[in-house]
């Protein structure tokens, strides 16, 4: 596929996934709802083709925000066609909940990103600037409700469920899940399977009994931070959504400036991001070079080699590239294309088809891609860049790619998908 052509294709997906000109499902049929970090980096994509479109995708996520500060992972339009339906989060019983139904959980905090993203696409154009003005404020209690509520006492995020940290069943998980014992085993039934070719491609059933346990247990503490962090089974620093924070923490400074902050928030703000930073750094294990999460219950390094190892890479602490070029990421053995797979095929847990555990997303590379043009490593973003483009040009806007086939697997036509391709390929084009 020519970068025309790939680019047709990126704009029929996103304009296939919109909802009325008002929010974008991930995917027609496995994800029929608004999701929380998909729809910030889609209204990336939608600023290469309509800025107000673009705003109007951040404006009806924040307007499910809760009064606590949290964004939900889940914002529902409609009620069905997905599990876990509106009903099994019970937010109507919790006061901090909005009148919409919404998820108790949050997801990686990518949006103050996405938004400075916006402003840079469309050079500051007025309905942008208007956006940041009317959206600081609501960025602000995000990221306040992410420091104050879910700090794990060191400046790490803490998470109460795989899912709030985007990379569901990634082998990151496995230690602190294996130590949860869904019982009783919770009554459901899922409804992504006939959504894939084939079911290996998805979480296992044994993770989405304790995925719906834990959601059972949330729900039943009303969500409520402070009881959780007593008693909940699950709680983890994850060391990629605090890398991210530190990342949007900066892009936050640069909206407060645009907002015209007063500078004690402005101050509180960049104390915020150096206290993440710290965290990440902290996080660093000698031996592989990758930033590890930690469980908060036994206070044990999550020894997993993921993705998320490069959260130096992505907070601005270190370009790790001697790691990502190498063996265990880019560098390995038969990969299609020279792209991270989520998973190394050096852990244990590896499995190429399935989900979070070795397939190559598009949307991480592209977290990776515009960490390394931000750290200056121009060469090695490129590189990235036009090896994603190339994939996408053989698979089309899938969720995610076998990392040796290069085959398309989950959703085939992913919304974050065609949204990164759009940027990608606009800063390819502004390149060549
Ligand atoms: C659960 C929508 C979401 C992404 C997540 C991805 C997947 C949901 C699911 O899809 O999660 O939130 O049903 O598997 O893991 O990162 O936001 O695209």
Same mark, same amino acid.
């Given at each position: 596929?020519?970068?025309?052509?790939?680019?047709?294709?990126?704009?029929?997906?996103?304009?296939?996934?919109?909802?009325?000109?008002?929010?974008?499902?991930?995917?027609?049929?496995?994800?029929?709802?608004?999701? /929380?970090?998909?729809?910030?980096?889609?209204?990336?994509?939608?600023?290469?083709?309509? @800025?107000?479109?673009?705003?109007?995708?951040?404006?009806?996520? &924040?307007?499910?925000?809760?009064?606590?500060?949290?964004?939900?992972?889940?914002?529902?339009?409609?009620?069905?066609?997905?599990?876990?339906?509106?009903?099994?989060?019970?937010?109507?019983?919790?006061?901090?909940?909005?009148?919409?139904?919404?998820?108790?959980?949050?997801?990686?905090?990518?949006?103050?990103?996405?938004?400075?993203?916006?402003?840079?696409?469309?050079?500051?154009?007025?309905?942008?600037?208007?956006?940041?003005?009317?959206?600081?404020?609501?960025?602000?209690?995000?990221?306040?409700?992410?420091?104050?509520?879910?700090?794990?006492?060191?400046?790490?995020?803490?998470?109460?469920?795989?899912?709030? $940290?985007?990379?569901?069943?990634?082998?990151?998980?496995?230690?602190?899940?294996?130590?949860?014992?869904?019982?009783?085993?919770?009554?459901?039934?899922?409804?992504?399977?006939?959504?894939?070719?084939?079911?290996?491609?998805?979480?296992?059933?044994?993770?989405?009994?304790?995925?719906?346990?834990?959601?059972?247990?949330?729900?039943?503490?009303?969500?409520?931070?402070?009881?959780?962090?007593?008693?909940?089974?699950?709680?983890?620093?994850?060391?990629?959504?605090?890398?991210?924070?530190?990342?949007?923490?900066?892009?936050?400074?640069?909206?407060?400036?645009?907002?015209?902050?007063?500078?004690?928030?402005?101050?509180?703000?960049?104390?915020?991001?150096?206290?993440?930073?710290?965290?990440?750094?902290?996080?660093?294990?000698?031996?592989?070079?990758?930033?590890?999460?930690?469980?908060?219950?036994?206070?044990?390094?999550?020894? /997993?080699?993921?993705?998320?190892?490069?959260?130096?890479?992505?907070?601005?602490?270190?370009?790790?590239?001697?790691?990502?070029? @190498?063996?265990?990421?880019?560098?390995?053995?038969?990969?299609?294309?020279?792209?991270?797979?989520?998973?190394?095929?050096?852990?244990?847990?590896?499995?190429?088809?399935?989900?979070?555990?070795?397939?190559?997303?598009?949307?991480?590379?592209?977290?990776?891609?515009?960490?390394?043009?931000? $750290?200056?490593?121009?060469?090695?973003?490129?590189?990235?860049?036009?090896?994603?483009?190339?994939?996408?040009?053989?698979?089309?806007?899938?969720?995610?790619?076998?990392? &040796? $086939?290069?085959?398309?697997?989950?959703?085939?036509?992913?919304?974050?998908?065609?949204?990164?391709?759009?940027?990608?390929?606009?800063?390819?084009?502004?390149?060549?």
């Amino acid at each position: 596929m020519e970068p025309a052509e790939l680019r047709a294709t990126a704009v029929d997906v996103l304009t296939g996934n919109d909802v009325e000109g008002r929010y974008t499902r991930p995917a027609a049929g496995l994800y029929p709802h608004q999701w /929380s970090w998909d729809s910030a980096i889609t209204a990336v994509g939608w600023a290469y083709l309509d @800025g107000a479109r673009a705003a109007t995708e951040l404006r009806s996520l &924040f307007a499910a925000q809760w009064t606590d500060g949290r964004v939900p992972h889940i914002v529902y339009h409609g009620r069905g066609g997905y599990f876990p339906d509106a009903g099994r989060w019970r937010t109507a019983e919790v006061p901090s909940a909005p009148p919409v139904a919404t998820s108790g959980l949050v997801q990686p905090p990518v949006h103050a990103l996405a938004t400075w993203r916006l402003w840079e696409v469309t050079n500051g154009a007025f309905e942008i600037g208007d956006l940041i003005t009317a959206l600081y404020p609501a960025l602000v209690r995000w990221h306040r409700y992410l420091h104050e509520r879910r700090d794990d006492g060191r400046g790490g995020v803490v998470i109460w469920h795989p899912w709030e $940290s985007g990379t569901d069943n990634a082998p990151r998980w496995d230690v602190p899940l294996a130590a949860i014992v869904p019982e009783p085993r919770p009554v459901y039934a899922r409804a992504d399977l006939p959504h894939v070719d084939e079911p290996g491609q998805r979480p296992t059933d044994a993770e989405y009994d304790r995925y719906v346990w834990l959601l059972d247990r949330l729900a039943d503490a009303r969500y409520d931070d402070r009881r959780l962090a007593d008693s909940h089974p699950f709680q983890v620093t994850d060391v990629l959504s605090t890398a991210i924070l530190v990342v949007a923490d900066g892009a936050l400074e640069r909206i407060a400036e645009v907002a015209g902050a007063p500078s004690p928030e402005r101050d509180e703000i960049a104390a915020w991001a150096r206290r993440g930073a710290d965290a990440v750094s902290g996080a660093r294990d000698a031996a592989t070079g990758l930033y590890l999460d930690r469980d908060y219950v036994t206070g044990a390094p999550l020894p /997993s080699r993921t993705i998320a190892g490069f959260a130096g890479l992505v907070a601005g602490i270190e370009p790790q590239l001697d790691t990502l070029l @190498g063996p265990d990421f880019c560098g390995a053995l038969d990969l299609a294309h020279p792209l991270p797979p989520t998973t190394s095929p050096a852990d244990p847990g590896f499995a190429p088809r399935s989900y979070w555990r070795g397939p190559v997303w598009p949307v991480t590379t592209w977290l990776l891609w515009d960490a390394l043009r931000r $750290s200056g490593e121009a060469d090695v973003a490129a590189a990235l860049r036009d090896a994603q483009l190339d994939a996408l040009a053989n698979a089309g806007m899938a969720e995610y790619l076998d990392p &040796f $086939s290069g085959e398309p697997l989950g959703a085939s036509s992913q919304s974050w998908t065609a949204a990164v391709a759009l940027d990608l390929l606009a800063d390819h084009s502004t390149q060549v």
